[in-house]
């Protein structure tokens, strides 16, 4: 949570830093907003190259991801038609 809320922080300094220095038409404040885009398509394009790469691993995790859901579920529907009772 103290992560989460940081890194959005972050994203509104940035972002604010990147709108001041397009009205003040100051370089140095826009530079931080652009290293942030090309960090994020790098990390994305990792992301996009992982998927290609590994698909049946994804797949079985996804099923497994599946199960334990469906388990989860069916498990919380009996407790509480148990506690019914």
Known sequence: MCIATSISLL??????M???GAYKQHAA????FF????????L????AVSVLVYPNTIQDYL????????????????TAVMCCM
């Open 18 to 20: 990147a709108t001041y």
């Open 63 to 78: 099923r497994q991801l599946v199960i334990d859901i469906a388990s989860c579920i069916i498990s919380s529907m009996i």
């Open 29 to 32: 404040w826009i530079i931080p």
């Open 44 to 47: 994305n394009s990792l992301v």
């Open 35 to 42: 290293c942030y885009q090309i960090f994020d398509f790098a």
């Open 11 to 16: 994203m509104i300094l940035i972002c604010a």
